[in-house]
């Protein structure tokens, strides 16, 4: 399996960059709650018991499981009932949020790397779309789910035979643009062993 990455500049309708916008201040909602309930359930497990915080003590209960991202994914479809912004934006994108801090936590845990921030506007600039549609390339717009066909500039080509696997939208200073994930089935050879 091959896959590559290219970008292309996106030129979205006004109505379209507010949809865009909206899509990521929902996500970075969704990431900010699930990381404070990861914080809160660590934190009310290490309280020493000499001792505790001036300020405020949350308290779970002991045998409260870790909110991992299965429960948090099953958590988002019931808060759907109660929060209808989270409506708006298409589910797998929140659910791709979850699973990006997901492999945050891992990688802090078993990598060594930093605790997982939470998000400001400009820290997060970007939601990813898994799947896209039947067809979803024209040469002059490419179809997103709940954006419809947004107009780019097609820079370069898609190569032959390739499949656009997902879409990752990206907010930059200089405007919108897409991250298309291309994968080819081909049997890339494994290089030699040195000796």
Not at 64 to 93: G, I, M, W
Request: proline fraction near 8%.
């Amino acid at each position: 399996m091959l896959t590559m990455t290219y970008e292309y500049k996106l030129q979205p309708t006004p109505e379209q960059i507010d949809i865009i916008e909206q899509t990521l201040d929902v996500c970075r909602s969704v990431w900010n709650f699930s990381l404070r309930q990861r914080k809160d359930w660590c934190a009310s497990r290490k309280s020493p018991v000499n001792a505790c915080s001036l300020n405020c003590e949350y308290i779970i209960s002991a045998d409260a499981p870790f909110p991992n991202y299965h429960r948090q994914a099953k958590e988002l479809t019931d808060a759907k009932k109660q929060y209808p912004q989270l409506k708006t934006v298409h589910s797998q994108v929140l659910q791709q949020t979850l699973r990006t801090l997901d492999r945050a936590w891992d990688d802090m845990r078993a990598r060594g790397f930093g605790f997982p921030r939470f998000k400001n506007k400009y820290r997060l600039r970007s939601f990813v779309f898994p799947q896209l549609g039947k067809d979803p390339i024209r040469n002059d717009a490419l179809k997103l789910p709940k954006l419809g066909w947004v107009k780019w500039r097609l820079s370069r080509p898609i190569p032959e035979g390739f499949q656009v696997k997902q879409a990752r939208v990206v907010r930059k200073a200089s405007g919108y643009f897409v991250a298309l994930s291309l994968q080819l089935d081909v049997d890339v050879p494994l290089p030699p062993n040195p000796r």
